[in-house]
């Protein structure tokens, strides 16, 4: 089975810290995401990245970083964390080439920005 | 720009009960479809997938069908239980090669005994 394993299921953090979401796939998969999500809001792509060292923003990029350094291990970076933040954040991965397949999403961090 | 429009508020309903949530969407070309779940505390799993027109998605009891003409995929089931109680997210593939995904908003739905 697929498996995407984020590393923290539930943070607190203080305004203004930097906050790092790891995330690792065990498939091979070129395509990784970062999404978040929020009542009301669904999920809404924050970054992507389709290979090592590449990344594209997605819909909502601002206050985000990402860093992709190894195929299966894509980062998720919060420079200076602010109460807006707090969310749920979902880390998925896919293959690369075409519609059709399926993406894998991981169990989600709940963090929290007091 | 290619979206996904899932009908306003939770579901609540009986044991048993037939369940149906509706998702439509606009997209250039030919997207493929996704219905996800989310169980309480849980990431998103694919439930079912269709990937061109009048296919049918089906799994666990649940199916929707790709329909082209009303630009709709929506969520059906016979006779739900409590353990389906859980978050559904209806969504489509709006970028070839790198597989974005474009979602609704999600229903909550509320299955009770």
């Known amino acids: 089975d697929v498996k995407v394993t984020q590393s923290s299921r539930y943070l607190v953090k203080r305004t203004g810290e930097k906050v790092f979401l790891e995330c690792v796939q065990d498939?091979?998969?070129?395509?990784m995401f970062w999404y978040r999500q929020d009542p009301g809001l669904g999920l809404r792509l924050i970054y992507f990245s389709y290979d090592v060292k590449m990344k594209e923003k997605g819909d909502i990029p601002e206050g985000y970083s990402v860093s992709r350094e190894k195929k299966e291990r894509f980062s998720l970076i919060l420079e200076s964390a602010s109460t807006n933040q707090t969310s749920m954040y979902l880390c998925?991965?896919?293959?690369?080439?075409?519609?059709?397949?399926?993406?894998?999403f991981g169990e989600g961090s709940w963090l929290t920005v007091v | 720009g290619d979206s996904v429009t899932q009908m306003e508020g939770p579901v609540t309903l009986s044991e048993e009960a037939f369940l149906t949530i509706n998702c439509t969407y606009t997209a250039t070309g030919y997207p493929s479809l996704f219905w996800y779940v989310q169980y309480p505390g849980e990431g998103l799993q694919l439930l079912l997938k269709?990937?061109?027109?009048?296919d049918k998605g089906s799994n666990k009891g649940f199916e929707a069908t790709y329909r082209k003409e009303t630009t709709s995929f929506h969520l059906e089931k016979g006779s739900v239980q409590v353990s389906d109680s859980a978050v559904y997210f209806c969504a489509l593939s709006t970028d070839y090669g790198n597989n974005r995904l474009a979602f609704g908003k999600g229903n909550q739905v509320v299955v009770i005994p």
């Open positions: 269709a990937t061109k027109a009048d």
């Open positions: 498939m091979d998969h070129e395509n």
């Open positions: 998925a991965s896919t293959p690369a080439g075409g519609l059709r397949n399926t993406i894998y």
